[in-house]
RNA sequence: GGACGCUUAGCUCAGUUGGGAGAGCAUCGCCCUUACAAGGCGAGGGUCACUGGUUCAAGUCCAGUAGCGUCCACCA
């Protein structure tokens, strides 16, 4: 084995052989444990979130296959409608053509040509990220049994009255050309002006002041609205209003949503471009003029001179002829919401268009008493509460897109308007009786790339074929993924799901925090700190990461920022951390569902780990490969050593299955680093030493260490592999066959380790502590003395008891190497001692005499320190004990202990005053 | 306006029914001791954001304040 570890040798070889073998299907054996990928979008590469996500995937899904389970990690990706879409049209903007150009199969094809590309690109780097999900039954959204599922859905729901076409005021992208749901639509808060406008009355009575953030709209004004209570107004109610610019006559409305507190306490209401406006037009029966273009353009309905102009260049030319004719009374700034498309960044319109739309309140009932009684559960609990927020306020959902990249509508038109909907055209013929001669054609809409996610849980299992995949994989065991998506993607399969199988799609939904840079701030292109998990795995030349966090930036300025930070932050560039380090980071860091600032150090120690844990693995193989490890039987003595680290394996165990099953692998993680770093290696390799290391051992001796170091180490490495898996798999194979496990073939098909209490041996784990406090007592006087390690020192044992005694000859071998004694003397009960530097192991004092070793001041020092620490730790003790409310109120229990901790800081307080007075003395 | 969350060592974070403040990284000292310098041994470092309350006892429970963050709704 190389002396360090270097995982860019191992991890393909071993990914590849695992699929090879098929290890990654479901065995068909044992309880059903399922998890579903969400399925990353075919638009790029995974990002850090995918992989912190799919490592806990991975980690469940290796934890069950390994404990029995018949285990399925179903994959695919999500055909991302509108994302996909626009980068394809972007490669053609590059090229000078619009997808109109190509017209909509070149285009299509062309989308299909990429998602070959990206797709292949995503499924690499999961295999690089060992994730061990079934491949031979990858999915994607747009494949055909998927499809055939959206088109039975969609036939299904419109048969129910489910789903509906309808006109209505939609959130339109005037970029994409497409109404989006209102879950696409970003409200930021913008700065902006409000303009005060005069509108004066029809009969010139009077006027009225109204005031708006979007002056360009006034064209499309159908209305004024003041409320009905309003002392000010109220008389005006029923009359008429000539609009400026236009010299249209509307009419002034009482309605309850004109808040008197607010600006004038006048509100101009344009229905066709405004959600509130729509619903105050609806009940007064206001016309509704449309003022725009698809494209946000004004259109033929506003007067000639702003006809054809961009909404905000209309807005300029408007403000500024209001201006001219004395309308603009004033004008103030003022923050507001703007609604701007999440893919597009653009500024959404309320637009009146013809859409699809699913009636969610009937599908939302069920899917929340699911989780209310607790059928479905959340972890952490509280996303329970984002849960229900949103269902029970849920709006219909709009779900047709104009858009040429996803599910075809299964809608069809006759030539006199007339719509059919069904699974193809042929069935719509048949059901509707229409002759072939009449000509149908097919809505030009495609769906909204969530309504076939939504369907992920049971089409993936081959609904609506009766399989056995749907009986048996649905619902799932747990769902992890994002906040950010429980609205998008949570909900609707759990609604979904609820109405075609009338089963749940989940057990539990274990809900991940964002992973942020280091600062907390989000990872993106635009700051510049994004971090490829690939790149963290195989490390990357600075030159290229500057290349890479630059290229295609639009501003010069932003991009030579990010190359300095990146060359502050990276002067080396990234070192290669390989994939178990990479992962071990993320379950160390998931604790619950709180965002996690990524830590770089974080990556370097766990890599440390990994190099830990494969010396580790050498020192076991050098001593056992060629030597006898009784596997093939022999006597076996264990040492006190064997047992007491197969007992702390077991408490390693049973900390680390308890810790997975409630989803914290930050703490998992910290049992299985703590038990090999600190107990293993620091420990337990040192105390094999002397027992391999002499002659004096018996041959049942040596082969009892070691067949406990191959086992011992074999058994971690099983625990381990669900978290690292090719490190693991890596020694697995070397150390394995000197074990006494039979089959040899590989780790991830192997059994987890087995709890079993009778290697809890209370006996070995205390007698071990023991030696360990006299051992750190040796190791500290020697720090703080400036003895070399190197320099054997006598010692004398003072105050020991027999069990002292008992146990000063079971370790008797151990101390002697690991504290590195010269002699150890008994002092009997009245014997006094040399002047010596102390240290305690329970009430008996482990004495190094000074002569010639230690220095008077500085040993004095030493216990002074000590001392100070004890005398407060007294104080406080004494001070609880003291208070009679305490005494009379706490639990007893807790007053013993209270007792016993104040006896023993008053022993330790009299043996090091004790001490300080025969050193102060010389 | 409503909901949720956060504030603990220089940095990134744990702290599970209230009962002697922890980890990793960083820092300091000594060591190239045949598994490992990506290491060993030892050490230093915190008025647990602030104020008040409940309690014998509060990082932990309650109320409030400040700062930060997220989601939902929204006033033209």
Known sequence: MDKTFNPENIEKARYKEWEDKGYFEASGSG???????PPPNVTGSLHMGHAFQHTIMDALTRYHRMKGDNTLWQTGTDHAGIATQMVVERQLNAEDKTRHDLGREAFVEKIWEWKAHSGGTITQQMRRLGDSCDWKREAFTMN??????????????????????????????????????????????????MWHMRYPLADGSGEMIVATTRPETMIGDTGVAVNPEDERYKHLIGKEIKLPLTGRLIPIVGDEHA?????????????????????????????????????????????????????????????????????????????????RGDRTGAVIEPYLTDQWYVKVEPLAKPAIEAVEK????????????????????????????????????????????????????????????????VALRQDDDVLDTWFSSALWPFATMGWPEETPELNTFVPSSVLVTGFDIIFFWVARMIMMTLKFTGKIPFKEVY?????????????????????????????????????????????P?????????????????????????????????????RDINFDMGRVEGYRNFCNKLWNASRFVLMNTEEADTGKNGGDIELSLADKWILAKFQNTLKDFEKAVSEYRFDIAAQA????????????YLELTKPVLNNDASSEAQKRGTRHTLVNVLEQLLRLMHPFMPFIT????????????????????????????????DEKALQDVEWMKSFIVGIRNIRGEMDISPNKPVPVLLKNASDEDKRRMKDCDLFLATMARLESVTVLAADEKAPASATALVGEMEVLIPMAGLIDKDAELARINKALEKIEKDYARTEGKLSNESFVSKAPEAVIAKEKAKLDEFKMQMDKLKEQQASIAAL
């Not at 016309?287 to 054809?308: C, L, S, W």
């Not at 299985?672 to 420990?683: K, L």
């Not at 070397?734 to 209490?757: E, G, H, N, Y």
Request: with cysteine; hydrophobic share 40%.
């Open 31 to 37: 309880d059903p444990y399922c998890i579903l990928l």
């Open 259 to 339: 808040d008197p507190e607010f600006g004038t306490g006048c509100v101009k209401v344009t229905p066709a471009h405004d959600f509130n406006d729509y619903e105050i037009g609806k009940r007064h029966n206001l016309p509704m003029i449309n003022i725009f273009t698809a494209d946000a353009k004004m259109n033929n309905e506003v007067p000639e001179k702003y006809r054809g102009l961009d909404r905000f260049e209309a807005r300029k030319l408007i403000v500024a002829d209001l201006e001219e004719q004395g309308v603009l009374v004033k004008v103030e700034d003022h923050k507001l919401k703007v609604p």
């Open 374 to 437: 607790g059928d479905i559960k959340f972890v952490p609990e509280n996303w329970n509460k984002t849960y229900y927020q949103w269902m029970y306020n849920i709006q219909d959902w709009c779900i047709s897109r104009q858009l040429w990249w996803g599910h075809r509508i299964p809608a069809w038109y006759d030539d006199n308007g007339n719509i059919y909907v069904g699974r193809d055209e042929a069935e719509v013929r048949s059901k509707h009786g229409l002759a072939d001669d």
């Open 557 to 593: 300025q932003k991009a030579q920022k990010i190359a300095k930070r990146t060359r502050s932050q990276f002067p080396e560039g990234i070192a290669s951390y390989g994939t178990d380090a990479l992962r071990f980071t993320f379950l160390a860091m998931a604790s619950t569902s």
């Open 144 to 193: 055909e049994d998927l499809s055939k599922a959206v088109t039975e859905v969609f036939v299904k729901l419109h048969e129910e009255g489910l789903i509906y076409r309808g006109q209505r005021l939609v959130n339109w992208d005037p970029v994409l050309h497409t109404a989006v749901s209102d879950l696409e639509v970003l409200n930021e808060e913008e700065a902006g002006f």
């Open 511 to 555: 809900i991940t925090g964002l992973i942020r840079d280091e600062h907390g701030d989000k990872m993106s292109k635009s700051k510049g700190n994004v971090l490829d998990p690939i790149d963290l795995i195989d490390g990357i030349e600075l030159e290229t990461l500057v290349e890479k966090r630059t290229a295609g930036m639009m501003q």
């Open 672 to 683: 299985v680093y703590e038990f090999t770093w600190n107990q293993f290696c620091d420990w």
């Open 729 to 760: 798999e890596e020694i697995w194979q070397r150390v394995a066959p000197l074990t006494d496990v039979k089959d040899v073939t590989s780790i991830m098909i192997q059994q987890f380790p087995q709890q079993s209490a009778d290697m809890l």
